[in-house]
């Protein structure tokens, strides 16, 4: 069975830090292209920043150079470090992980970006 665990959401002040992880089970991690994705209130799902197989990253405009997106395959653990949050940032963050036909998504983490 597959599971893909987000954690380490939370309240954050403007300015301040957070760093996700995302545990996996019931796959070959290092197989699968990881993501990050958010949700907004009222908003679409979408893309934050995504990783290869081979560590190659790639990430939406509105968060190059305040968010760096990272896997441990010996963990099977995909993070993603965010520095300068902005209230624009607070959303529902999602982890997925996608190889072939297979596309798996986690429960989503809650971050809040407020003073």
């Known amino acids: 069975q597959v599971h893909l665990v987000e954690s380490g959401g939370g309240l954050v002040q403007p300015g301040g830090s957070l760093r996700l992880s995302c545990a996996a089970s019931?796959?070959?991690?290092?197989?699968?292209?990881m993501g990050w994705y958010r949700q907004a209130p009222g908003k679409e799902r979408e893309l934050v920043a995504r990783?290869?197989?081979?560590?190659?990253?790639t990430y939406a405009e509105s968060v190059k150079g305040r968010f760096t997106i990272s896997r441990d395959n010996a963990k099977n653990t995909l993070y993603l470090q965010m520095n300068g949050l902005k209230p624009e940032d607070t959303a529902v963050y999602y982890c997925?992980?996608?190889?072939?036909?297979?596309?798996?998504w986690g429960q989503g983490t809650q971050v809040t970006v407020s003073s």
């Open positions: 019931g796959i070959f991690f290092s197989r699968y292209t």
């Open positions: 990783i290869s197989s081979s560590g190659i990253a």
């Open positions: 997925r992980g996608t190889y072939n036909q297979r596309d798996y």
